[in-house]
């Protein structure tokens, strides 16, 4: 009797209430993209994507050439750090297209995975990269609703877990062959 005392219907409504303010709504949506994202990917494509996300930020910030490219005049308009995020894109797609069409694909294939597995695989990749992107552009340079995620993605600590994460869940998500 006491666990049905605890449960009270009447709070029901109110917690659901409390789930549907605008920054509530945009978190559950942003799930349902991450979840929907790592069903599409599949697990594969996931590991080249994590391998071409490390690359693409070595890339990215050992370009000796940003100040040449500052000195372009409609490059020399915007922030430096918005350069390096545009570089870093670039070579992640590079990158990703160029692991794709080689034999390291299928070296890296990871066999059958479990459903959780993939998705835990895509909330680091997505993670990850949400943090290169906040780590290059400054934080005046980010629209609000942007800004807020800053303490979750855009600060050295969380860079550096966001980097971390993605190799600290490897050994355990592995597939089975």
Same mark, same amino acid.
């Given at each position: 009797m006491d666990v049905l005392e605890k449960f009270n219907l009447a709070h029901i409504g109110a917690n659901i209430q409390a789930l549907t303010g605008p920054q509530e709504l945009f978190g559950i949506a942003l799930v349902a993209l991450i979840a929907l994202y790592g069903m599409s990917v599949g697990k594969t494509r996931a590991i080249v994507s994590l391998l071409s996300i490390y690359i693409a930020f070595t890339l990215a910030s050992a370009f000796p050439f940003v100040g040449f490219l500052e000195r372009i005049p409609w490059v020399a308009a915007t922030d430096a750090g918005i350069v390096r995020a545009g570089l870093f894109l670039v070579a992640y797609i590079g990158a990703f297209f160029i692991f794709q069409s080689t034999s &390291? !694909?299928? !070296? @890296?294939?990871? *066999?059958?995975?479990? &459903?959780? #597995? /993939?998705? &835990?695989?895509?909330?680091?990749? /997505? *993670?990850? @990269?949400?943090?290169? @992107? @906040?780590?290059? /552009?400054?934080?005046t340079a980010l629209p609000d609703h942007i800004a807020s995620l800053h303490p979750y993605f855009g600060t050295p600590e969380a860079f550096f877990v966001w980097a971390l994460l993605p190799l600290g869940i490897m050994?355990? /998500? #592995? *597939?089975h062959k």
């Open positions: &390291l !694909r299928s !070296r @890296l294939s990871m *066999g059958e995975m479990k &459903l959780p #597995h /993939v998705l &835990l695989i895509s909330v680091a990749q /997505v *993670g990850f @990269l949400m943090s290169i @992107l @906040l780590w290059f /552009v400054p934080f050994p355990f /998500v #592995h *597939g």
